[in-house]
């Protein structure tokens, strides 16, 4: 994906074929806006909705082939076409949004999982069309990976979400470790909150980790890119355990030090993964 809202993982642009990039640009223009008009302004929830729905309409409407369609959705239009990319990860993009409108927090991790599911997944499942590479289990990995790049950014956005009055941690999660809303408000850091974000952080991971062998079945770029982004996942989630947790006062962030690590550990993934399955 272009990098505008994607600070994490940049270099993802840098390495896409020339080729897929009007391609690509078409589906962020979508996805972005759609996003900004749930998240983004002074429109009320309602206001939030009919908009979205809005969109709603003009997927459908461009499923038909009917060209009065809005101006965004003309170069979608081609490219769903060109591609012959499946629709239903575009309306699960805006089931995501619609549900930020009006759900701010989850129960448990099922429930969170599926809101990953329609936030994060369909990014995924729409690059693997564009590179003629939907099967089955890249499906699967490519899943594991975006969920698990949607809770890091979750553990990141701890402060910001709840300046939105969002919760994206399991209440179940806070129950058990004997974490309230209040660590949050006031930014406590204590035994408990150590225990809830170290618990986070290693079911993100194994997540991500469940992934990436889809990073060495992918050719070319598309690999490179794959393994980029899941080092800065796993890049993430050592900064968060490095600043012991504190999400609130430093936010993770990734630097020139973090890109160079990244690279080190992409070119030795695949030895790594081995060791790990041997091991296992």
């Avoid at 270099?11 to 020339?18: I, K, N, Q, R, Y």
């Avoid at 809303?181 to 035994?191: C, G, K």
């Avoid at 150590?194 to 952080?201: D, S």
């Amino acid at each position: 994906m272009p990098v505008e809202h994607y600070e994490n993982f940049p270099v993802a642009s840098l390495l896409l074929p020339a080729r897929l990039r009007p391609a690509v640009e078409a589906i962020y223009a979508f996805a972005r806006s759609a996003d900004d008009l749930a998240d983004e302004g002074d429109a009320s929830d309602s206001e939030r909705l009919a908009s979205l729905n809005s969109y709603v309409a003009a997927l459908e409407t461009m499923a038909h082939g009917d060209a009065s369609i809005p101006p965004l959705f003309h170069a979608l239009s081609r490219v769903v076409a060109d591609y012959r990319l499946p629709l239903a990860p575009f309306h699960d993009l805006l089931s995501a949004f619609k549900q930020d409108v009006v759900t701010k927090r989850y129960a448990d991790f099922d429930s969170l999982l599926d809101y990953c599911r329609r936030s994060a997944n369909p990014v995924g499942t729409l690059m693997l069309h564009l590179y003629g590479a939907a099967d089955p289990a890249s499906l699967r990995e490519s899943d594991a990976i975006c969920s698990s790049l949607q809770l890091i950014n979750f553990l990141q956005d701890v402060a910001v979400d709840w300046n939105k009055r969002r919760v994206y941690l399991p209440l179940e999660d806070l129950h058990r470790f004997g974490v309230s809303e209040s660590h949050i408000e006031n930014a406590t850091m204590d035994d408990a909150w150590r225990a809830l974000m170290a618990f986070q952080v290693e079911r993100a991971r194994g997540m991500m980790l469940s992934g990436a062998p889809l990073a060495f079945r992918l050719p070319g770029r598309i690999g490179w890119e794959l393994r980029l982004i899941v080092q800065g996942g796993l890049r993430i989630l050592e900064r968060i355990e490095a600043n012991d947790y504190d999400v609130f006062r430093r936010r993770p962030q990734l630097g020139p030090v973090d890109w160079l690590a990244m690279l080190w550990k992409a070119g030795r993934m695949k030895i790594r993964l081995s060791r790990m399955a041997h091991v296992g």
